[in-house]
């Protein structure tokens, strides 16, 4: 740790992703150098189907880059692993454990030695947290979209990762839900200081939560531009209403429209490099 | 409570009423010559008969033995094998049409080598029902087992699972739905193939009993072969099914 300081947490040094297809190389994502640092809130946001996914895929070590390297405490990553805790969203909720089972999945695995005395007692700080406290029992299929979320979010935070990487995570939840969702999430950062990257299309959602939003643009993922969201935290809702707010909210959505435009123009033409 | 129950047994029963009703219509509708369908009534007093004085429930432990023993020998091995082609794609690919090739041989027309090879004994009977489960088993488990997504084994790698717990502790439970629905599909062609293996110079057993009275024209006995095939592969599939409700609590869809 004596270097920890000239390392960032988690660094793309230029890397770029091809996938092979039956028509040729498909390039997803081209040339992207970014670094993330202890406690920041990294937004990645772009068209959809653009790559963001496979950015975030490299990181949580489900896919190796074609070319440049991504770093993880100075290492490469070679694979998935509990330090860095992953938001999936499709949830992923275990459908044959019951809701506490399947928060108290991570902490029974052996990588992350949680003494069985401490056990039910993390259970049962994110069940009260997440609101999940009256359906301990019961399985996922008795549950919400909104609650399989907040116990997909329980059973990543339980194992405490220092580091968390969520992939649209609030993308199928309704309004209101979504809105509480965030609050739960500055709240729970507020409390225990992580680092989180995240996967998102809503350009409200990305300011009210990062402190950096990366956008890129349409496949192949390339950085249109890196921007500081200049909001100190804690955050409330009457954050969207400040004139700041808004002026930021107009330009990220400028530079996204854009990208979505030229990803539609791609789409006539094939899109392949060969 | 007690009116549904009594509701449930009663809608239950009804089909079951309706074709004995059935039978007993053909029997007296006159299109068919009555010495052809036994009525119901003389199967009944032919059951009673053959149960106490003929063992007639011997021929249905035979039976049950030969097919419970085929079924979980086949399973046994179907569950692996299926299992390893449903996870590689390459391998299925590889061992695809030999699969197809084996399965569409029907066991009966397999009975004269299973001869040559294996005599006329309890085991070329075996080798029948085992066949006949093994393709049976090993189809469902790789058509299942390829259909597991990867979501939550991506899940159980970033909470930190290693590759042995992975298995116990994903892929395990997510193949037991797809084990217990090869065993109810292998049960039911076990039993449908039960005939031909018992047409290997079997003494006893259900289709050791259709067998030899068809030889001497004795059309009740074989309707009471026939109807205890039925039963005790109607029994087994309803224990399956409880065991797999039990296991399978937390299925979208409960089975049963």
Same mark, same amino acid.
Request: hydrophobic share 15%; aromatic share 0%.
């Given at each position: 740790m004596n270097i920890a300081n000239s390392i960032h947490r988690a660094q793309f040094d230029r890397v770029s992703l091809e996938f092979k297809t039956p028509k040729g190389r498909l390039r997803v994502v081209e040339d992207v150098s970014y670094e993330i640092n202890d406690g920041d809130f990294i937004a990645v946001i772009g068209p959809s189907g653009c790559g963001k996914t496979t950015m975030m895929s490299m990181l949580a070590g489900f896919q190796k880059p074609t070319t440049g390297k991504v770093l993880f405490d100075g290492q490469p990553v070679k694979g998935p692993g509990p330090e860095r805790g992953v938001i999936f969203q499709e949830y992923g909720v275990f459908p044959w454990l019951t809701v506490k089972e399947n928060i108290a999945f991570g902490l029974k695995l052996k990588a992350n030695h949680v003494p069985l005395a401490e056990r039910d007692q993390i259970c049962e700080h994110y069940l009260m947290l997440m609101g999940l406290a009256d359906f301990a029992n019961s399985y996922p299929k008795h549950l919400s979209g909104g609650m399989r979320q907040r116990l997909a979010i329980a059973r990543a935070y339980a194992v405490k990762p220092q580091f968390l990487l969520m992939d649209e995570p609030f993308g199928a939840l309704d309004a209101q839900t979504r809105a509480n969702m965030q609050n739960l999430l500055l709240k729970v950062l507020a409390a225990e200081g992580k680092t989180v990257m995240l996967i998102t299309h809503s350009v409200e959602e990305a300011i009210y939560l990062s402190s950096r939003i990366v956008v890129v643009t349409a496949r192949p993922a390339r950085i249109k531009q890196i921007i500081d969201v200049p909001f100190g935290y804690p955050?409330? %809702?009457?954050?969207? %209403?400040r004139p700041e707010f808004g002026e930021l909210r107009s330009h990220i959505r400028e530079l996204v429209m854009s990208e979505y435009r030229a990803q539609q123009a791609q789409l006539r033409p094939a899109s392949f490099s060969e | 409570m007690d009116g549904s129950v009594a509701r449930r047994f009663l809608l239950g029963l009804a089909p079951w009423a309706g074709a004995v009703l059935l039978w007993y219509g053909v029997r007296w509708s006159g299109f068919v010559n009555p010495s052809l369908i036994p009525a119901p009534h003389r199967v009944a007093a032919k059951f009673v008969e053959l149960l106490l004085h003929e063992g007639l429930l011997f021929d249905v432990y035979a039976s049950t033995r030969r097919v419970f023993l085929g079924v979980v020998l086949g399973i046994l091995v179907a569950v692996p094998v299926g299992f390893l082609l449903g996870w590689y794609r390459s391998a299925r690919t590889f061992a695809d049409p030999m699969i197809n090739f084996f399965r569409a041989l029907p066991p009966i027309a397999l009975i004269p080598l299973v001869i040559v090879y294996f005599g006329v004994d309890e085991a070329a009977k075996l080798v029948i029902l085992f066949y006949a489960s093994f393709f049976a088993g090993v189809i469902v488990m790789y058509e299942g087992v390829s259909q597991i997504t990867p979501l939550y084994i991506r899940v159980a790698q970033t909470l930190g699972a290693g590759e042995f717990e992975i298995f116990r502790k994903v892929i395990i439970p997510l193949t037991v739905p797809h084990i217990l629905t090869a065993l109810r599909v292998a049960l039911g062609v076990a039993w449908a193939t039960l005939v031909a293996s018992e047409l290997i110079a079997a003494q006893r057993g259900l289709g050791a009993l259709i067998q030899n009275a068809s030889t001497y024209f004795l059309l009740d006995v074989i309707y009471v072969g026939i109807i205890c095939i039925g039963c005790v592969a109607l029994i087994m599939d309803m224990i399956l099914r409880r065991i797999s409700a039990r296991l399978l609590v937390w299925q979208e869809r409960a089975v049963g």
């Open positions: 955050r409330d %809702e009457t954050l969207q %209403e | -």
